[in-house]
């Protein structure tokens, strides 16, 4: 009996040990961390997170997390762009881009009250967009200090003065194009992008739903059918212009054919 106990004691304990095991494995995927490239690589990583929330609670979440991101509460932040969309279907999207470190936490507030439904992560490698931008800018250095070579030369016309200056004033405005192509680049790769899409939980279709539904798509059945019609209506009238004295110029002559006096001459 005791040797009966003491395996049902090792089963229960390594039964404890998988289940403690799988669910410290599900705890560690539940937050969305934020990525940072490897030394030396440029990545611009991107992330989109889909949440399922009541129709009630979307809105305040959606701007929870946009005040969140405006205050910086998770580090910098920034918002990009906003989408709602209501209906029988509520949704509503945020775009921002925010420090890697800030990706889980703002995911977490996000989703308070709801579930994680979908989680996404992309990689657009910057590494050949970078060292264009940096040879480009190398070149234009060495082309600038050329020019300025010239500028303190006497033996310039007035003409070749006007026309050194302009060649300045374009290198620095290319320079300055460099400059802002470069920042924006390093931004994407020092932050993440990250789309949160709220969307409420499916209800079902009731009667007056299905009747509504329906309603609506016979009415855009309508206006497509009518826009159908318009279009071959617009198609078909230069054929009519042309098709129309045509066929009275054939009615006439078929109708001068069969006029009496031409069978009793023939």
């Given at each position: 009996?005791?040797?009966w106990?003491?395996?049902?004691?090792?089963?229960l304990?390594?039964?404890?040990?998988?289940?403690?095991?799988?669910?410290?494995s599900?705890?560690?995927?539940?937050?969305?961390q934020?990525e940072?490239g490897?030394?030396?690589t440029?990545l611009?990583?991107?992330?989109?997170?889909?949440?399922?929330?009541s129709?009630?609670?979307i809105d305040?979440?959606?701007a929870?997390?946009?005040d969140?991101?405006?205050s910086?509460r998770?580090?910098?932040?920034?918002?990009?762009?906003?989408?709602?969309?209501?209906?029988i279907?509520?949704?509503a999207?945020?775009?921002?881009?925010?420090?890697?470190?800030?990706?889980?936490?703002?995911?977490?507030a996000a989703?308070q009250?709801?579930?994680?439904?979908?989680r996404?992560?992309r990689?657009e490698d910057?590494a050949?967009a970078?060292?264009d931008?940096?040879?480009?800018?190398?070149?234009?250095?060495r082309e600038?200090?050329t020019?300025?070579?010239?500028?303190?030369?006497?033996?310039?016309?007035?003409?070749?003065?006007?026309?050194?200056?302009?060649e300045?004033a374009?290198v620095e405005a290319?320079l300055a194009?460099?400059a802002?192509?470069?920042?924006q680049q390093?931004?994407?790769?020092a932050?993440?992008?990250?789309t949160?899409?709220?969307?409420?939980?499916a209800?079902?279709?009731?009667?007056?739903?299905?009747?509504?539904?329906?309603?609506g798509q016979l009415?855009?059945?309508?206006?497509?059918?009518?826009?159908?019609?318009?279009?071959?209506f617009?198609?078909?009238?230069?054929?009519?212009?042309v098709?129309?004295?045509?066929g009275?110029?054939?009615?006439?002559?078929?109708?001068?054919?069969?006029?009496p006096?031409?069978?009793e001459?023939?």
């Amino acid at each position: 009996m005791n040797a009966w106990k003491l395996a049902a004691g090792v089963l229960l304990a390594a039964l404890y040990g998988c289940s403690a095991e799988h669910a410290e494995s599900v705890s560690g995927n539940a937050g969305f961390q934020g990525e940072t490239g490897k030394p030396g690589t440029a990545l611009a990583y991107e992330h989109r997170v889909g949440i399922r929330l009541s129709a009630a609670r979307i809105d305040a979440q959606l701007a929870a997390s946009r005040d969140a991101c405006n205050s910086e509460r998770f580090g910098q932040c920034d918002v990009l762009a906003i989408e709602q969309r209501g209906g029988i279907g509520h949704y509503a999207e945020l775009t921002v881009r925010i420090v890697p470190d800030g990706v889980e936490k703002l995911v977490a507030a996000a989703a308070q009250g709801g579930t994680l439904e979908s989680r996404q992560t992309r990689a657009e490698d910057l590494a050949q967009a970078v060292a264009d931008t940096r040879q480009q800018r190398e070149r234009l250095q060495r082309e600038y200090q050329t020019l300025q070579q010239y500028q303190g030369r006497k033996d310039m016309s007035v003409g070749d003065l006007l026309a050194l200056a302009k060649e300045i004033a374009a290198v620095e405005a290319q320079l300055a194009d460099n400059a802002q192509a470069g920042a924006q680049q390093q931004r994407r790769i020092a932050t993440n992008l990250l789309t949160l899409s709220f969307s409420s939980e499916a209800q079902p279709d009731s009667r007056l739903g299905q009747l509504a539904t329906a309603a609506g798509q016979l009415l855009d059945d309508l206006v497509d059918g009518t826009i159908a019609a318009m279009k071959f209506f617009a198609y078909s009238l230069p054929f009519l212009v042309v098709l129309l004295p045509l066929g009275l110029l054939l009615r006439g002559l078929w109708r001068w054919l069969r006029r009496p006096g031409k069978n009793e001459a023939r």
